[in-house]
């Protein structure tokens, strides 16, 4: 044998005999021990899992596997890898959910220790390779499941796929792609052919914190994102409040010069609502629907929204129960109705939420109205709170529809709140027609700030209704006023006889709010915008109504009442004041909040009036200011001189 055959040959003996001697030496030696742990002075916390899932009787047969040849590419994300249901009507899914109908499962997640309600880092994860992936797209969630059940631990599942190396890029920041009703700025009327203005009364405030999210990026908001009236019911004011809760409103009114137009006068309309007391307020039987979609996954969208509910969670007592419904691809219940008193429980649900997949929010909103609904209360406020980044592209995507839905479900007592994360496909009108038609209000939550103000500052009025369907009518004197407009509340305009309608649905206002509502009047004789009519002499039915410049008047229901009652209270010349110098703070303030509306607007009637004066007013008449919110508006006036002036040097 030659040289080289012999060390081949001496090769292979090593190659085969050393795994041999290895695994011989392994029995010889007997079990390898774990090693041993470090002692502790005090008992490992225990980390019971919460599963996800909903229990039913009994499961459908799984479908086979499809070969690889067969499989269709999926979205990544966790979320999005469950098959999707096929489209049906939202009138056909409203009907209340059958009990033995499986729901799609989920992964059961383990929550973190009581010590860390709510951790900077995530759990220690498994990797699972590209395979199992694959095979999970494939067969679907139920399947990959069972498959899965003795390859990991229960609670390593969905951490697994969170960080298989397809799953982790977070989609790009999506701009333009916002969603606005875009109502034309209101005008003047003529007080001799329209004597009246009807509208619905409003609190939202999203436009506010879409026109600060887009100031923080030095980019002016598009006039249709800008709603006058939400930025100015952002501030709280002063009003005087009323002394009962009989009379839920109390109203202030007053007349001024307006700032930006000699000849015109601006007139005041502001209510204050009756304040609940702690132990008085209802209790809050809360379903939070969020968008788990995996366009959440910025660091502004779906983090933000759970630290949000973190707070939210700060105001509710045992009292008070929270449930959570999701949705991607599809929608599924991630926690029961669950005491508020539980924390740790909510809190590892809320932690436990990722980010994956498409958006079938129409689903989403039946499951959570039908969790509501099995769980309804008739002594507490029962409330969905919808929490999304934008638009729904999966299953009942229909605005309309989606629309009828939720005014079905609000002749049930279940009212709907909206708060939107993230900039860039915001679907603005969408969430808009939810919460009006839904009972409810709509806030932008851009920072961790403002949803400290929305949810913990003002919890008691986000979540506490004293009054819904609530109206304002004001009919103007001809012998006084010649002309008038609405400042904003193109979206909210109401036809004069639905006033008396009780049958119109119209804004909820809540514990303890203020609403503000500002029109501009020509009085008879000043500088007209549209000419008089030759045969339009007005006569004041009574030298007493000769003075009054308008009379308002404030349509509202209890919330548990379909009855409205009636406020009224005229505006006449002891309200007036002879310069806006001479305006209350909150009247001079609001009135530059308008300004710097109508100015984002365009400035259709604002004339010369620019941001350095809306900056000298609001800076004059910030009076009180606990929170900060007018020192931050006069930084948000300087952001937009910023932006505009990048506007105006770009080519």
């Known amino acids: 044998m030659t040289p080289i055959r012999t060390a081949l040959a001496a090769s292979v003996v090593v190659i085969v005999a050393a795994p041999i001697a290895w695994q011989l030496s392994r029995e010889h030696q007997g079990p390898v021990a774990p090693p041993a742990e470090t002692p502790s002075s005090e008992p490992a916390a225990p980390r019971p899992t919460l599963d996800i899932g909903t229990p039913t009787a009994s499961a459908p047969p799984a479908e086979p596997s499809p070969g690889p040849e067969t499989a269709k590419p999926e979205a990544t994300g966790a979320n999005s890898m469950v098959r999707e249901a096929e489209p049906q009507s939202m009138a056909a899914r409203d009907a209340p959910a059958d009990a033995t109908r499986k729901p799609a499962e989920a992964p059961v997640i383990a929550p973190p220790p009581p010590t860390s309600p709510l951790p900077a880092s995530p759990l220690p994860a498994t990797r699972i390779g590209r395979d199992q992936v ?31 190396p397809d799953l982790q890029q977070a989609p790009a920041e999506p701009t333009g792609h916002e969603k606005f009703d875009g109502k034309p700025q209101s005008g003047f009327q003529t007080v001799q052919t329209a004597p009246v203005s009807t509208f619905s009364i409003d609190v939202d405030t999203a ?31 002063g009003y005087p409040a009323p002394e009962n809760r009989e009379t839920p409103f109390r109203v202030t009114a007053s007349v001024f010069p307006s700032p ?31 968008d788990t979609s995996g366009s959440m996954n910025g660091p502004n969208r779906l983090p933000l929204v759970k630290r949000s509910l973190a707070l939210l969670l700060t105001q509710l007592d045992a009292r008070d129960r929270v449930a959570i419904v999701t949705y991607a691809g599809q929608a599924g219940t991630v926690l029961e109705p669950t005491a508020a008193s539980d924390k740790q429980t909510i809190l590892s649900a809320i932690e436990g939420l990722g980010a994956g997949g498409s958006t079938a929010g129409g689903e989403g909103l039946r499951q959570a109205y039908a969790l509501a609904e099995r769980n309804f209360d008739p002594s507490a406020v029962n409330r969905v709170m919808l ?22 479900k609000r002749e049930t007592g279940i009212f709907l709140s909206v708060l939107g994360f993230g900039m860039g496909n915001t679907n603005d009108s969408l969430m808009q027609a939810l919460a009006q038609n839904g009972n409810g209000t709509a806030a932008t939550i851009d920072t961790l ?12 009025a986000t979540l506490f209704p004293i009054a819904k369907d609530v109206k304002i009518q004001v009919e103007f004197n001809p012998a006084a006023v010649a002309e008038y407009r609405l400042i904003g509340y193109e979206t909210r305009a109401l036809n004069r006889e639905d006033f008396e309608n009780d049958r119109v649905d119209a804004g909820e206002v809540g514990s303890g709010q203020t609403a503000t509502a500002l029109y501009e ?43 409205s009652q009636l406020i009224e209270t005229p505006v006449g010349p002891a309200v007036e004041q002879p310069s806006f110098d001479k305006a209350d703070d909150d009247a001079r303030f609001a009135t530059a909040v308008a300004g710097f509306g109508e100015i984002l607007r365009n400035g259709r009637w604002t004339g010369r009036f620019g941001l350095d004066d809306v900056i000298k007013i609001a800076t004059s008449a910030r009076g009180e200011d606990p929170y900060g919110y007018r020192s931050e508006f006069v930084q948000l006036v300087r952001a937009a001189k910023t932006a505009q002036a990048l506007r105006s040097s770009r080519p």
């Not at 969630?141 to 390593?156: I, V």
């Not at 006068?265 to 629907?289: C, D, M, S, T, W």
């Not at 700030?449 to 008691?460: D, F, I, M, P, S």
């Open 260 to 290: 930006w137009a000699e000849g015109r006068k601006i007139v005041r309309v502001g209510i204050k609502g009756y304040a609940l007391q702690a132990e008085a307020r209802p209790k809050a039987n809360l379903v939070f629907l969020v």
């Open 449 to 460: 700030n403002e949803a400290r103000k929305v949810l913990v500052e003002e919890a008691t």
């Open 134 to 164: 694959q095979a999970f797209r494939s067969s679907g969630f139920a399947d990959w499941e069972r498959r899965g059940q003795e390859a990991s631990p229960p609670q390593m599942r969905a951490r697994a796929l969170s960080t298989a």
């Open 387 to 408: 929490a999304t980044d934008g638009d729904f592209n999966v299953g009942i995507t229909d605005r309309d529809e989606l629309k009828g839905f939720v005014e079905r």
């Open 521 to 563: 009047i020509v009085p008879v004789g000043g500088p007209r915008t549209v000419p008089p009519l030759r045969y339009g002499a007005a006569k004041p039915e009574s030298a007493a109504s000769a003075g009054d410049y308008a009379f308002v008047k404030i349509r509202y229901k209890r919330p548990d009442q379909d009855v």
């Open 207 to 237: 436009s506010y914190g879409f026109v600060r999210a887009s100031l923080a990026r030095d980019t002016l908001p598009p006039p249709a994102a800008v709603r006058t009236e939400e930025l100015i019911n952002y501030f709280p004011y």
